[in-house]
Every structure is written in structure tokens, then in C-alpha cells.
């Protein structure tokens, strides 16, 4: 089937789930489905949909549709110099360019080079009113109220079925090292804080519980007189270890215990959570295991001004996401009626509420 025959296809789905009133489960490369609450409703296989659109290396944009496989578009990105700069992991062989935009995960590169929002420049949709929208473009734009796109990252396909979407590039660094210590969480931490602060050429920094990692990018030079000041033991293969940090296949993350991911301060300190901790994103991102209450998880987290969000549990379908204060939850409510107003998409993927 052509793909404009599968737009239309996934268009003739969407209105017939109206006038049946059933609800329809999106999905597409199915890597991700760990995530989040379950779902009912009629597959949408949306992986079909797949193909670069445009891509104009010197214009720093890609635009594909929404079930092309993530691997490709990095691979052609990779031949011409360039990247996703928020590293996005994958879990999977199956991964596609919609499902990275409707999880929104980034990897290591995320404080040092912006997150998968940062990075939409336009979405084309399919909303619960089967009607077909595009948003934003090719080029960045500064725009009064909702940058619509963008909302569309992170709502796991609650507002609606992804078609296409444009998004920014950037060259990948000339060079690259990895260097590691042997310090204290505590020390950690603040040499995370002091360094990030300051002008080195730092694209990503975490601690495993036992040894810090930080990765210097830039040009050779840049990297070498880093390393000279800032110290720390080489690293052979550290492209390796940080896509295995993005990808979990780390020892931290290799059992069954339930997996908390936590948004936080950079300072946060460790002694507030609640189990063994893995830090990334110098010092923002906490993966913590732990078997504690969901409300335990939530309650400190907003304490410690930041968000929780079960990540792996099983647990069937539990708290996952951190409660939204009511002001937040009613502009969320009224978000998903404007774009869902029959609740089709995605039922209860984030909240049981809608």
C-alpha cells in the first residue's frame, strides 16, 4: 500500500472508531508499549506509514512520517555528519520516529543539547475529530501562546495520530572521549553542578553508583586541553557505554525490580530517595529501583521540586505518572477535549481519567 493510500487508510479508521464509538490503541513499532498505563481499543498499526519526506542536510531538517524506523533516519543522518542531537533511545529493533516524539525520551546528550521538544519544528496529525492538522513547519518560529507541535511530545498518543514530522539536526561533534572516576554520590553530585556551570566542552555526565562518566565533545584540541584540567581515567569504547546507558542494557538496569524515573533539581540530594540510583543528565535525571508506594515516589518528588514516573514495574496498571496539581491537570483536561473530545485515542495511556 502507498503511503498516501495508508493516510487515508488511517484516516478511514479514525472515522469509523468516531461513529462506532470504539477507542483505538496507536501503536508502532510496539518498543515502547512497556510505557505507561495500558491501553484498550483496536490496534492501529500506524508502521506502515513510513518514508523520509524531506531532507536537506545544509537546512539542518528531517521530515519523515511517523512510522519510519528511527534506526534509518539516524543512519542517513550519520552519513551526511549529523545527528538527533537528544539522543532518543530505541528498546528495540522496531523503533519509529512517532514513537520517539509520542514517549518523548532523551538520552544523555539532553542538558547539553535540548530534548526531543526542543527539537520539533511541525507536526502533521490526525485529531479526534478525524480531522487532518498540521502545525509549526520547516524553520523555527516564535508564536504567541501554544506551540501546538511541541504538545504533541510526550502525550503518548492521547491528542491524536502522528503522520509527519520536521525536526531539527544537528552536525555530530568532530571528536569524542570518555573519561571516568572513582568518587563519592556525594562528590559526585557536585562536581556535576561545578562543571556543568562552567564552559567546558561537556556533552553528557552520570554516576553508576560507584564510578562518574562524563563524555567531552568538541574538536580535538578542545577535548585534549579538557582532559588535561579536568583529569580522569580514558575510557576505551565510550560510544558503547553511553548507547547502552540509552538503551538500559547497563548492569543497574538488568533485574526485575520496579524502575522509577525522576526529574529533579540538579542538587537534589541522594540520601531523599529510596533505593539504589543511577544519575544522569548531570544530575536532572534519577533511575531509581524500589519497591516503595507509588505516592511515596510522587510525594517526594515534588518536595524536591521535580516529577516521578513508574518506568518498569509489574505492577498491571498502577499510578504511572506524577499527579498533576489541579490548575495543570484542568489545562490538561481541556487540551485533550479540544483535540480528542470522544476520548478515542489512547484511553487511560496516561492518566485513568482520560
Known amino acids: 500500500m502507498q503511503n498516501q493510500d495508508l493516510s487515508e487508510w488511517l484516516h478511514g479508521r479514525v472515522i469509523k472508531a468516531l461513529s462506532d464509538g470504539l477507542p483505538l490503541r496507536i501503536q508502532g513499532g510496539g518498543n515502547k508499549s512497556f510505557y505507561g498505563r495500558h491501553t484498550t481499543g483496536d490496534l492501529l498499526d500506524i508502521s506502515g506509514h513510513n518514508g523520509v519526506i524531506s531532507y536537506e542536510p545544509s537546512e539542518l531538517v528531517v521530515t519523515a512520517r511517523a512510522g519510519t524506523p528511527l534506526s534509518s533516519v539516524e543512519n542517513m543522518l550519520a ?6 542531537a537528544f539522543e532518543p533511545p530505541h528498546f528495540g529493533p522496531n523503533a519509529t520516529f512517532g514513537g520517539m516524539v509520542a514517549c ?3 538520552g544523555s546528550r ?70 571516568c572516576f572513582e568518587i563519592t554520590s556525594d562528590d559526585a553530585l557536585t562536581v556535576m553542578n561545578s562543571w556543568s556551570g562552567q564552559h567546558w566542552p561537556l556533552s553528557a555526565a552520570c554516576y553508576d553508583g560507584e564510578r562518574f562518566y562524563i563524555r567531552l565533545s568538541g574538536s580535538e584540541a578542545a ?27 547497563l548492569p543497574f538496569f538488568q533485574d526485575t525490580q520496579t524502575l522509577w524515573r525522576l526529574s529533579l533539581p540538579p542538587a537534589a540530594s ?85
Request: proline letters at 7%; one cysteine or more.
Open 270 to 354: 541522594l540520601s531523599a530517595l529510596f533505593g539504589p540510583c543511577f544519575i544522569d543528565w548531570s544530575g536532572a535525571l534519577r533511575w531509581v529501583k524500589t519497591d516503595f508506594p507509588a505516592k511515596n515516589l510522587f510525594d517526594r518528588a515534588r518536595e524536591l521540586g521535580g516529577h516521578a514516573s513508574l518506568f518498569r514495574s509489574t505492577c498491571a496498571n498502577g499510578p504511572i505518572f506524577q499527579p498533576l496539581p489541579e490548575p495543570l491537570k484542568s489545562l490538561h483536561i481541556s487540551l485533550k477535549q479540544a483535540f480528542d473530545p470522544k476520548r478515542i485515542f489512547n484511553p487511560g495511556r496516561m492518566y485513568p481519567e482520560w
Open 110 to 179: 539532553r542538558p547539553f543539547a535540548g530534548s526531543v521538544r526542543d527539537s520539533v519544528l511541525g507536526v502533521k496529525l490526525i485529531n479526534g475529530k478525524a480531522e487532518i492538522l498540521s502545525f509549526g513547519g520547516q524553520v523555527m518560529k516564535n508564536v504567541a501562546g501554544f506551540d501546538l507541535s511541541r504538545l504533541m511530545v510526550g502525550a503518548m498518543g492521547t491528542l491524536g495520530v502522528l503522520l509527519e514530522i520536521s525536526l531539527k539536526v544537528l552536525p555530530k561533534p568532530e571528536a569524542e572521549e570518555t573519561f
Open 223 to 249: 577535548i585534549v586541553g579538557s582532559h588535561k584540567k579536568l583529569g580522569g581515567e580514558w575510557l576505551p569504547k565510550g560510544d558503547e557505554f553511553w548507547a547502552s546507558l540509552r538503551e538500559q542494557t
Open 104 to 106: 518523548g525520551l532523551s
Open 79 to 84: 552519513e551526511n555528519g549529523q545527528m538527533l
